[in-house]
């Protein structure tokens, strides 16, 4: 049986690792981000002092922490999947460990400690993109969507070229650093394709940006499911608010095209790339990083 998780709408309170707990040869600083999978912290090297993320896995739906910072399952019913969601998340650092890009997080180390596992990624200095929405410190210019997206683009082509989906592509997960340079963020959703190795019990789905087939058990999932989630966060940057959620859109698509509604502030072939990348329709959006990447270049 498929679970469906959507991370906007989890609870916030959060049993956090407190700042100074020592975990293999790291030292926690502060928690950094959350979800209902993982919380990610700031922590350092105590070899050398210097500061890395650290992911750890804790399911708050199928485990909890103890008193001494050891994970265990909730309960008899829920420890399977617990330990199958263990396995996966060991699975996907393995994964990330071998993908390195300039616009990919990086993995440097993962382990296992306190019944549970920890993913170790280089720490990046940047804002994420939804943070620049909400707050407005940057001007949503087409150049700056252009150098954000184009970056990204590019690394997530390249996970495409491993056989790998990200599926989980939103503003909250595009850390944004100086010049404009992008940088893909968790990969907890992440898949292999065509033939899904870590298919999970799981579905991450996160509203407004989750194509429609990933919200179907049995429906084939490619590149252009990424593409669609591409469209839908370039199109919440120049709307300012999260797109109408794809089931919605299938039952009554009230979503006006961008080349109608953004005209006036944006150029044709941009706003053309961005209505073909949100096409509910797998089969009619672009099929690979590089067909968007040309309809955003015009050609």
Known sequence: MIEYYDP???PKEWNYLQSGTIIDQYMI???????GFSSVYLARQMADQIQVAIKEYLPRKL??????NVVVANSEQTQSLFRRGRSLFFEEAKVLATLKHPNIVEVINFFEANSTVYMVMVYDYGITLDKILKNKTVAVTEDFLRAVFGTLLAGV?????HHVLHLDIKPANILVRPGSDSLLLDFGALQTFPHSQLSKQIKILTKGFSPIEQYHQNARMGPWSDIYAIG????????????VPAP???RHDTLVSAVKAFKRGYSEPFLKAVDWAMELNPKNRPQSVAELQEALAGE
């Open 248 to 250: 919605e859109r299938v």
């Open 29 to 35: 600083e502060r928690e950094l981000a959350h979800g």
């Open 8 to 10: 906007e709408t989890y």
């Open 157 to 161: 082509g390249h996970i495409h070229s």
């Open 63 to 68: 485990a909890h922490r103890t008193w001494n």
């Open 232 to 243: 839908a966060s370039m199109r919440a940057c120049i709307e300012a608010r999260t797109p």
